[in-house]
């Protein structure tokens, strides 16, 4: 593997674990992400020279080089908390979920602080996955930066009572993790496993801090339930296969039951408004259980989403209903409800969602003008 190559494999595996530590040892954001980035040049200066190290001994060079400036800050923290240890680097990636996600913080600028430091993200991924401009997603990541640093705000997965109001932008952050894991919005993998699973784990890690909450268990089986089908996503030259052509024989049954178990402990708590991870999951449920593409329940998909929009009613909703609805009714039905949405004109599944039904319409000319 070539110097540059190895050195990209190991900052999309091993950035998060090591930019969390350092960032309860250092304290700030800049200073650790600093670190990370002088370990990176000069592995891509010394790589080529001396040769690329074996898999492990490449990932302790990066870490170790990542961590000697922040031995100036708390060499003592770095010998206790070692990143070698699996638990504390559990703990340091909550913590950073939770310091990224604090009330003081608006709820859009703590997912968006979120994605950029714990899924490594650039500027311009955060703002793809938030659908806002770039410019306006940079100055937003600066801003919450300097407000975390002029709040003093605590490096901590927060107390029991603090929970509550830190589960709405934790929950989101772990949700769209997980989506730049199984839909990468750029580079040419179809799945970024380690970024998916890494998704899942912190949900299973909220579920252990918050287990009757319906938030938490919605989220875990909205994850499950789609994670399931990551065996039959691509065919053996890694092309991408649609849900409708999927081997269910390969889906993972086991999780696709977990996630329906947890469905249901869900809904029990909340029988009268269910929580919308909840509604979402129980879409992705439709599909799992599903003997075949044909045999999918449309009308509870679609009823489904009328209980999604009563409460979170945001243009990408309405946008996965027409999905649904042109399963259902037609592909027309379906892109007359494409085209009257508004507010998607940089989202990549907009023109997708668009083109696909111009060409199941045999409109081809229109879908290919794009």
């Given at each position: 593997?070539?110097?540059?190559?190895?050195?990209?494999?190991?900052?999309?595996?091993?950035?998060?674990?090591?930019?969390?530590?350092?960032?309860?040892?250092?304290?700030?954001?800049?200073?650790?992400e600093d670190a990370v980035q002088d370990a990176v040049e000069r592995a891509l200066i010394t790589w080529p020279r001396d040769?690329?190290?074996?898999?492990?001994?490449?990932?302790?060079?990066?870490?170790?080089?990542?961590?000697?400036?922040?031995?100036?800050?708390?060499?003592?923290?770095?010998?206790?908390?070692?990143?070698?240890?699996?638990?504390?680097?559990?703990?340091?990636?909550?913590?950073?979920?939770?310091?990224?996600?604090?009330?003081?913080?608006?709820?859009?600028?703590?997912?968006?602080?979120?994605?950029?430091?714990?899924?490594?993200?650039?500027?311009?991924?955060?703002?793809?996955?938030?659908?806002?401009?770039?410019?306006?997603?940079?100055?937003?990541?600066?801003?919450?930066?300097?407000?975390?640093?002029?709040?003093?705000?605590?490096?901590?997965?927060?107390?029991?009572?603090?929970?509550?109001?830190?589960?709405?932008?934790?929950?989101?952050?772990?949700?769209?993790?997980?989506?730049?894991?199984?839909?990468?919005?750029?580079?040419?993998?179809?799945?970024?496993?380690?970024?998916?699973?890494?998704?899942?784990?912190?949900?299973?890690?909220?579920?252990?801090?918050?287990?009757?909450?319906?938030?938490?268990?919605?989220?875990?089986?909205?994850?499950?339930?789609?994670?399931?089908?990551?065996?039959?996503?691509?065919?053996?030259?890694?092309?991408?296969?649609?849900?409708?052509?999927?081997?269910?024989?390969?889906?993972?049954?086991?999780?696709?039951?977990?996630?329906?178990?947890?469905?249901?402990?869900?809904?029990?708590?909340?029988?009268?408004?269910?929580?919308?991870?909840?509604?979402?999951?129980?879409?992705?449920?439709?599909?799992?259980?599903?003997?075949?593409?044909?045999?999918?329940?449309?009308?509870?998909?679609?009823?489904?989403?009328?209980?999604?929009?009563?409460?979170?009613?945001?243009?990408?909703?309405?946008?996965?209903?027409?999905?649904?609805?042109?399963?259902?009714?037609?592909?027309?039905?379906?892109?007359?409800?494409?085209?009257?949405?508004?507010?998607?004109?940089?989202?990549?599944?907009?023109?997708?969602?668009?083109?696909?039904?111009?060409?199941?319409?045999?409109?081809?000319?229109?879908?290919?003008?794009?």
């Amino acid at each position: 593997m070539a110097a540059g190559d190895a050195v990209a494999l190991l900052v999309r595996e091993e950035r998060t674990r090591v930019l969390a530590t350092l960032i309860r040892v250092t304290g700030s954001v800049d200073l650790a992400e600093d670190a990370v980035q002088d370990a990176v040049e000069r592995a891509l200066i010394t790589w080529p020279r001396d040769g690329v190290p074996a898999e492990r001994r490449a990932i302790d060079v990066i870490r170790r080089k990542a961590r000697r400036p922040a031995k100036e800050w708390d060499a003592v923290a770095l010998h206790d908390s070692s990143p070698e240890s699996p638990g504390v680097v559990r703990d340091d990636l909550l913590r950073l979920v939770f310091t990224c996600c604090h009330p003081c913080l608006s709820l859009e600028t703590q997912v968006a602080l979120a994605l950029r430091t714990l899924a490594g993200l650039s500027t311009a991924e955060v703002a793809r996955a938030l659908v806002v401009p770039e410019a306006t997603m940079a100055k937003r990541l600066t801003r919450a930066k300097q407000e975390i640093a002029r709040a003093g705000i605590p490096y901590r997965v927060p107390g029991a009572e603090e929970l509550p109001g830190r589960l709405a932008g934790v929950a989101a952050t772990v949700y769209l993790v997980f989506n730049e894991g199984y839909a990468p919005g750029e580079g040419a993998d179809l799945v970024r496993g380690a970024l998916a699973d890494e998704a899942v784990r912190l949900a299973r890690l909220l579920a252990g801090l918050m287990p009757d909450e319906p938030t938490v268990l919605g989220l875990l089986a909205l994850l499950l339930l789609q994670d399931a089908r990551r065996g039959a996503r691509t065919d053996a030259e890694g092309r991408p296969v649609l849900l409708a052509d999927q081997d269910r024989t390969r889906w993972d049954r086991a999780m696709i039951r977990e996630g329906v178990k947890l469905i249901g402990a869900a809904l029990r708590r909340t029988p009268d408004r269910p929580d919308p991870y909840v509604v979402q999951a129980a879409v992705a449920a439709c599909h799992a259980l599903a003997p075949s593409w044909a045999q999918t329940p449309r009308d509870a998909m679609v009823s489904w989403y009328d209980v999604l929009l009563t409460m979170h009613d945001t243009p990408v909703v309405r946008l996965n209903r027409a999905a649904a609805v042109s399963e259902r009714d037609g592909p027309g039905a379906g892109l007359a409800l494409v085209e009257a949405l508004d507010g998607l004109a940089v989202y990549l599944w907009w023109h997708a969602g668009r083109a696909e039904l111009l060409h199941r319409l045999v409109r081809a000319q229109e879908a290919r003008g794009l």
